[in-house]
């Protein structure tokens, strides 16, 4: 089962950073997730509000910043907000799978133009809860992964995803159940919910079955499910 780290190693390091994609890859997690938005000047960036507040030392509104003005800003313990291209750039390097939510929409095209660029087609999910977005992101690039984001639990979850042509749903635990894990598993659709940061909320995932979680402590995580799987060999041996 992949584990992967929310926003990056969050709980011990500025999200959406390098720093932080860095940590959890330290952590063995499988993949990252992290967030993008357009600049004022249309450059893809990575943080996850629209406002600068929360995360930087900065005032205002992202779109409202160029670049140049972004950079300028600290995100947590002197880093940078980063672009996309230095995140796909580091994600390979590293050998890690990324997924890219899109907090905006009509950002599909220089999405897939980024990704390709990168050659990271095959190691990428590109996901968000615009579901129209995903539509045309497989349009543009079909090899790419697409996933859909669903806060609350749909009567049809599983015809959305495949309304949207996406490969994988990102449900919010613990709206989740077995039907629809299996559900979803029958149409070849993975699940991976979020956020699961406890070792309780770990094992209710692995025993529905999902391919994997979303966590805001991937270190943590990493823990618990090394601890586990031990756990779960010893009874066997015995």
Request: glycine share 6%; with cysteine; charged share 35%.
């Amino acid at each position: 089962m992949k584990i992967i780290a929310h926003r990056g190693a969050r709980a011990e390091e500025p999200e959406n950073t390098l720093r932080a994609v860095r940590k959890a890859f330290e952590c063995g997690v499988d993949a990252v997730e992290i967030d993008v938005r357009f600049s004022k000047d249309r450059e893809i960036v990575v943080i996850h509000d629209d406002t600068l507040e929360r995360t930087t030392n900065g005032i205002g509104k992202v779109g409202e910043k160029t670049l140049e003005q972004l950079r300028t800003l600290d995100a947590g313990k002197g880093e940078k907000v980063p672009r996309l291209r230095e995140v796909l750039l580091l994600a390979e390097n590293l050998g890690l799978e990324l997924v890219i939510e899109l907090k905006e929409e009509n950002m599909e095209e220089l999405i897939v133009d980024e990704v390709k660029e990168a050659k990271m087609e095959k190691s990428v999910i590109i996901s968000s809860f615009y579901h129209a977005s995903m539509h045309k992101i497989k349009e543009l690039a079909p090899r790419i992964k697409t996933g859909v984001i669903i806060s609350s639990l749909p009567v049809f979850p599983v015809k959305i995803a495949i309304d949207a042509s996406a490969n994988v749903i990102f449900p919010k635990y613990p709206r989740l159940n077995a039907e629809f894990v299996v559900e979803a598993s029958k149409k070849g659709i993975e699940i991976y919910p979020w956020a699961i940061n406890t070792r309780e909320d770990l094992a209710k995932a692995l025993e529905l079955g999902v391919d994997g979680v979303v966590t805001d402590d991937p270190c943590k995580l990493k823990l618990f499910m090394e601890k586990m799987e031990k756990s779960n060999k010893e009874c066997v041996m015995k």
